[in-house]
T-cell receptor
Framework: EAQVTQNPRYLITVTGKKLTVTCSQNMNHEYMSWYRQDPGLGLRQIYYSMNVEVTDKGDVPEGYKVSRKEKRNFPLILESPSPNQTSLYFC????????????FGPGTRLTVL | GIQVEQSPPDLILQEGANSTLRCNFSDSVNNLQWFHQNPWGQLINLFYIPSGTKQNGRLSATTVATERYSLLYISSSQTTDSGVYFCAVEGGADSWGKLQFGAGTQVVVTP
C-alpha cells in the first residue's frame, strides 16, 4: 500500500530531551516536507527537501533539524525540545515536478513538558 | 512571504446546503491547492488549481490568479464534508518548494 508513515504517533517528553520523529514514504517521491499545525495558525512549513541530500528551511525552522540521506526517509530532529514545540506535526511527500502534496502522513502529536 | 487569508473562519451548514469558501493571497503564485482535514485529523488533497476551474463531484474550485483569490464551492453538503478546509500557495521563483497555508475554514455540517 502506497503511504507515508510517521512514528511515533503520540509522544510526551520533557524539555531538553532530544527526540526524532521519523517519516517514511514508499512511493519513490522526490519531494518531502514537514509541517506543524497549531490552533488558529493553519499549517506552517518547517523544512522541505527537493531530493536526497537537498534540504531547505521553511517558515519556522528554528529548533528543528532534518536530514535526507535516502529518498524514502526524512526524519525531523528536535535537539533540545521546548514547550513551544508542543504541536501536531505532519510529514508529506510528492513526486518531482509537481508541487502537489498528494500524500500526508497521519500526524504526530507532540507534547513537551 | 506571501500572506494567505481564508474566509469565513467558521461555517455551520445544514445538510444539503451550498457554500463558498474564499482564499485571498497577497502576491502572484505558482501553485495553489485546497485541502480538507477531516475530524480525525487526516489531511486530503482536494484540488491543485493555480488558475482556472476544476470540479470533483460535489466540490469545485476556481482560481482567478490575476485578482489573487480562489474559491472552493461545496454543493449539497453532507455531514462527511465537516472538517477544516485549507488553501496553500507557493510563491515566485525564489519560493520553489515553500508552501504557505491559510489559517483554514472550520466547516460543520449538521444533519
Amino acid at each position: 500500500e502506497a503511504q507515508v508513515t510517521q512514528n511515533p504517533r503520540y509522544l510526551i517528553t520533557v524539555t531538553g530531551k532530544k527526540l526524532t520523529v521519523t517519516c517514511s514514504q514508499n512511493m519513490n517521491h522526490e519531494y518531502m516536507s514537514w509541517y506543524r499545525q497549531d490552533p488558529g495558525l493553519g499549517l506552517r512549513q518547517i523544512y522541505y527537501s527537493m531530493n536526497v541530500e537537498v534540504t531547505d528551511k521553511g517558515d519556522v525552522p528554528e529548533g528543528y533539524k532534518v536530514s535526507r540521506k535516502e529518498k524514502r526517509n526524512f526524519p525531523l530532529i528536535l535537539e533540545s525540545p521546548s514547550p513551544n514545540q508542543t504541536s501536531l506535526y505532519f510529514c508529506a511527500s510528492t513526486p518531482a515536478g509537481r508541487l502537489l502534496l498528494e500524500d500526508f502522513g497521519p500526524g504526530t502529536r507532540l507534547t513537551v513538558l | 512571504g506571501i500572506q494567505v487569508e481564508q474566509s469565513p473562519p467558521d461555517l455551520i451548514l445544514q445538510e444539503g446546503a451550498n457554500s463558498t469558501l474564499r482564499c485571498n493571497f497577497s502576491d502572484s503564485v505558482n501553485n495553489l491547492q485546497w485541502f480538507h482535514q477531516n475530524p480525525w485529523g487526516q489531511l486530503i488533497n482536494l484540488f491543485y488549481i493555480p488558475s482556472g476551474t476544476k470540479q470533483n463531484g460535489r466540490l469545485s474550485a476556481t482560481t482567478v490568479a490575476t485578482e489573487r483569490y480562489s474559491l472552493l464551492y461545496i454543493s449539497s453538503s453532507q455531514t462527511t464534508d465537516s472538517g477544516v478546509y485549507f488553501c496553500a500557495v507557493e510563491g515566485g521563483a525564489d519560493s520553489w518548494g515553500k508552501l504557505q497555508f491559510g489559517a483554514g475554514t472550520q466547516v460543520v455540517v449538521t444533519p
